[in-house]
Every structure is written in structure tokens, then in C-alpha cells.
């Protein structure tokens, strides 16, 4: 081969494959010390983007997750609320069944039943319109599109799950009437001075084999400018006045309801299925040029009745109205007991996807201890031994000086 000193091939042949073991080396350290098998695109470029996106599913399973979690806890709060509810109408009901028993129980009874009645109406009615979740009520009906929940990573419609819950309110369950407007009977111009009115009404209970009811009662006298709120307001409020003055159910109520025409109708709420009720105003006068009109043709209620009115009437009707409202509620009850019990597999599933999608996630992207503690060891020999070598070639070229010494 001969001695050269110019080009050292022995060195630079040890040289380049030190490099690469030490290269390798700090390639192994660095797995070693990350867990990562992929710390850059470069260790696995195809490996790299499959981990992303497994890692993006496995981000969204998570929170998948607590959605489903928080899907419960709404659940929970809601049917929570509607165990009050059921307590409440079963005590109405048994008031109801009191009060139809009218062999034992004179008016006066059955006013006193009613009288709980109507705030155990009012109880469920608050209820209705406070329980709420994250600044949303669950019971009032307002969130007519329901509630939906994320619960899958994507953008699928099997990535959502809607819980409907109907309105519990006491017009939701059918507790009181809906109102209705009268044919006739208008208020117009201002001021509308009413002396002291007589008012006769007459209403039915809707109960089968029901007759009408007919009193009276007197409006108080006063100034009523009809073209203001207050004005309005301040004529609704004594007619409604003069209703419960008479010692009737405070679900008969009278309400002024406007055309945007400066044209207001008289409003009453029904007493019972089916009810028909009419108001008419006497005896009230009005300033010169101010119309004052408040006779009311008949009024038909739409709406499922009004409980209270019914247990004052000692009618069997309230009996047949709570019991629509407590199946209505256990229905309710029995749907969102269903969905909790969904909601609970849907995490068990979601679980056990975000573990095998992990196990796979790990097997690309993580570093094998074992395997990569061997290639580090192997590496490591390799380096010491490249540098024992390059020093070797480098002693070579020595002899080169034993020549030129002579």
C-alpha cells in the first residue's frame, strides 16, 4: 500500500463511521430520554401524521367525555326537580279527591282545599321557571330545540345526542286554563272615568253535568287612561280585583289585550275544560268623547282547565286534570332516566375507545425502552470503538517519520 502522509484513508474512513454511530447514539439518547420514538417529522414522516390524527380523536373523545358527563348532571337537575313536581300534584290530587266528596264538605271546605291548590300551582310554577343548568332552565319549555350534547370527536349527526324536555310549567301540565279573548268589547280614547260598575258573570266549571255560576261585584271607581301601560294596567288590575273580591278562584282573571290600534278587548282565563265564560260591565261612565265599551260576548277557553277553580267546585274534573299532569310528569321522568342511562354507556364506550385508540397512538409514536436501550448499547460500542480506531489510524502515519529520520 506504501506510506502516504497527504491523504490518510484509515483515518478518514474511521472518521465518517464515527460519525454515524455517534449521530445514531444521539439519536438513541434522545428517545431514551423523550419516551418518543417520533420527536420529528424526519424520524417517521407517515408514522407522524397517523399519531396526529389519532391524538386529535383521542383529544376529542376526552372531552367527549365530560360532555357526556355534563349531559348527566343536566339530567339529573331536571328529573331532581320534577321528583318535587310529582310530590306536589300527587297533593293536589289527594285535595281534589277531598273536595269531591261534597256529601261531607260544605263551600267553605272546598275553598280552603282550593286555596292550597292554588299555591301548590304557584309552586310548580316556580319551579318550572328556576331550575336551570349553565344559565338554562331545563323545565319552562324555552328551549324548544332541546338540549344537545357533544358527544363523539367529530362532525357526524351520531356525534350529538338532543334531550327534550316539554315545559312542566302549570300551563304545561294542563294545571290552569289557556286564556281567550272576548268577540266584543272595546276600550278606546282617554281618560275612561268609571264610576262604581256592577259587573254580572257567569261561567261554567266544564265538569260533566256542570251548571253556570252566576255573580256579581263591583269595579272601583277611578280615572283609566286606556292609551298608557299604567292606565291599563291600573283598569286590568281592578277588574281582577273585583273578581276575587267576589270569592272566586284567583284563576279568573280579566286582562285588557291591545290591537296596536288604541282598540283593547276584555281577556278572561277559563275555569275548566271545555268552559265558557262571559263578562258584562254596567253602570260605568266615561268623559265626553271617550268611548267606553266593556261588554263581552262569550269567551270559549282552549285550554285543559283550570285546576284550582275546579277543586272549589267540588268537581271530580281536578281528579281527572292531575292525573293527566302526573302521567305527563312520569313520562317526563321515565324519558330523562332513559337518557341518563345512555349517557352512562355512551362514557363507558367513549372510554374504552380513547384506551385503544391510545394503545395504538403509543405503539407508533412511542419509544420502545427495551429495543432502543439495545441499539443505544450497540451504538455506544460502536462510538468507543470508532475513536480507539481513528486514533490508531492517526498513530499510523507515524512511521512515516522513522523513514525521513534515516
Known amino acids: 500500500m506504501g506510506l502516504r502522509i497527504n491523504q490518510n484513508t484509515a483515518a478518514a474512513n474511521a472518521y465518517r463511521n464515527l460519525n454515524v454511530s455517534d449521530g445514531q447514539m444521539a439519536k438513541s439518547l434522545e428517545k431514551l430520554s423523550s419516551g418518543f420514538r417520533i420527536n420529528r417529522a424526519a424520524d417517521d414522516a407517515a408514522g407522524l401524521s397517523i399519531s396526529e390524527g389519532m391524538r386529535s380523536q383521542i383529544g376529542g373523545l376526552k372531552v367527549a367525555v365530560r360532555n357526556a358527563q355534563d349531559g348527566i348532571s343536566v339530567v339529573q337537575t331536571a328529573e331532581g326537580a320534577l321528583t318535587e313536581v310529582h310530590s306536589l300534584l300527587q297533593r293536589a290530587r289527594d285535595l281534589s279527591v277531598q273536595a269531591a266528596n261534597t256529601g261531607g264538605n260544605d263551600a267553605a271546605a272546598r275553598t280552603a282545599a282550593s286555596t292550597e291548590v292554588d299555591q301548590i300551582v304557584n309552586e310548580v310554577n316556580r319551579i318550572s321557571a328556576s331550575t336551570a343548568f349553565g344559565g338554562?332552565?331545563?323545565?319552562?319549555?324555552?328551549?324548544?330545540?332541546?338540549?344537545?350534547?357533544?358527544?363523539?370527536?367529530?362532525?357526524?349527526?351520531?356525534?350529538?345526542?338532543?334531550?327534550?324536555?316539554?315545559?312542566?310549567?302549570?300551563?304545561?301540565?294542563?294545571?290552569?286554563?289557556?286564556?281567550?279573548?272576548?268577540?266584543?268589547?272595546?276600550?278606546?280614547?282617554?281618560?275612561?272615568?268609571?264610576?262604581?260598575?256592577?259587573?254580572?258573570?257567569?261561567?261554567?266549571?266544564?265538569?260533566?253535568?256542570?251548571?253556570?255560576?252566576?255573580?256579581?261585584?263591583?269595579?272601583?271607581?277611578?280615572?283609566?287612561?286606556?292609551?298608557?301601560?299604567?292606565?291599563?294596567?291600573?283598569?286590568?288590575?281592578?277588574?281582577?280585583?273585583?273578581?276575587?273580591?267576589?270569592?272566586?278562584?284567583?284563576?279568573?282573571?280579566?286582562?285588557?289585550?291591545?290591537?296596536?290600534?288604541?282598540?283593547?278587548?276584555?281577556?278572561?282565563?277559563?275555569?275548566?275544560?271545555?268552559?265558557?265564560?262571559?263578562?258584562?260591565?254596567?253602570?260605568?261612565?266615561?268623559?265626553?268623547?271617550?268611548?267606553?265599551?266593556?261588554?263581552?260576548?262569550?269567551?270559549?277557553?282552549?285550554?285543559?282547565?283550570?285546576?284550582?277553580?275546579?277543586?272549589?267546585?267540588?268537581?271530580?274534573?281536578?281528579?281527572?286534570?292531575?292525573?293527566?299532569?302526573?302521567?305527563?310528569?312520569?313520562?317526563?321522568?321515565?324519558?330523562?332516566?332513559?337518557?341518563?342511562?345512555?349517557?352512562?354507556?355512551?362514557?363507558?364506550?367513549?372510554?374504552?375507545?380513547?384506551?385503544?385508540l391510545s394503545a395504538s397512538e403509543s405503539r407508533i409514536r412511542d419509544t420502545d425502552m427495551a429495543m432502543e436501550m439495545t441499539a443505544y448499547s450497540r451504538t455506544q460500542i460502536l462510538t468507543q470503538a470508532g475513536t480507539a480506531m481513528l486514533a490508531q489510524a492517526n498513530q499510523s502515519q507515524q512511521g512515516v517519520l522513522q523513514l525521513l529520520r534515516g
Open 136 to 356: 338554562k332552565n331545563l323545565l319552562d319549555g324555552s328551549q324548544t330545540a332541546g338540549f344537545t350534547f357533544q358527544v363523539g370527536a367529530g362532525t357526524a349527526a351520531t356525534d350529538k345526542v338532543t334531550v327534550n324536555i316539554a315545559s312542566m310549567s302549570a300551563a304545561g301540565l294542563g294545571l290552569t286554563g289557556t286564556a281567550a279573548t272576548s268577540a266584543a268589547g272595546t276600550l278606546a280614547g282617554a281618560p275612561v272615568v268609571l264610576a262604581a260598575a256592577t259587573v254580572a258573570l257567569t261561567y261554567n266549571t266544564g265538569a260533566t253535568g256542570a251548571t253556570n255560576v252566576s255573580t256579581s261585584f263591583t269595579v272601583a271607581a277611578g280615572t283609566y287612561d286606556t292609551t298608557t301601560a299604567g292606565g291599563r294596567d291600573a283598569l286590568q288590575a281592578a277588574l281582577t280585583t273585583g273578581i276575587q273580591s267576589a270569592g272566586l278562584s284567583s284563576d279568573l282573571k280579566a286582562e285588557l289585550v291591545g290591537d296596536g290600534a288604541g282598540t283593547y278587548k276584555v281577556k278572561l282565563s277559563t275555569v275548566g275544560t271545555g268552559a265558557t265564560a262571559s263578562i258584562n260591565v254596567t253602570g260605568g261612565t266615561a268623559a265626553a268623547g271617550t268611548a267606553l265599551n266593556l261588554t263581552a260576548g262569550a269567551v270559549t277557553g282552549s285550554g285543559a282547565g283550570s285546576v284550582g277553580a275546579n277543586v272549589a267546585a267540588g268537581s271530580t274534573a281536578a281528579i281527572a286534570t292531575l292525573d293527566a299532569a302526573i302521567v305527563t310528569v312520569s313520562s317526563q321522568r321515565s324519558s330523562l332516566g332513559a337518557v341518563q342511562n345512555r349517557f352512562e354507556h355512551t362514557i363507558a364506550n367513549l372510554n374504552v375507545t380513547v384506551e385503544n
